[in-house]
């Protein structure tokens, strides 16, 4: 179990800076002056939200994953007597 815990802990470590780089690339595309559609203000207040709120979770998705990494979730598997 902990083998797993810490192969997951890679997978967030690397989801996390991929879907803020992703968000933030999604939002210049969609922003941008050559845009097929010219942005709005919705369309900044929708970035401007959207980024607001995913960069903090995708920033913590990623410290809980170095954390799995480094092993400090194991003791968990002890204590409900899992083996």
């Known amino acids: 179990m902990?083998?797993?815990?810490?192969?997951?802990g890679l997978v967030w470590m690397v989801l996390g800076p991929a879907g803020i780089i992703f968000g933030i690339i999604e939002a210049m595309r969609e922003l941008s002056p050559n845009a097929a559609v010219p942005a709005s203000q919705e369309t900044y207040t929708f970035w401007i939200i959207i980024?607001?709120?995913f960069v903090p979770i995708a920033a913590g998705m990623?410290?809980?994953?170095?954390?799995?990494w480094q092993g400090d979730y194991d003791h968990l598997d002890e204590e409900r007597g899992v083996e």
């Open 2 to 8: 902990n083998a797993i815990k810490r192969i997951l």
């Open 51 to 53: 980024l607001t709120i």
């Open 62 to 68: 990623s410290l809980m994953g170095y954390y799995a």
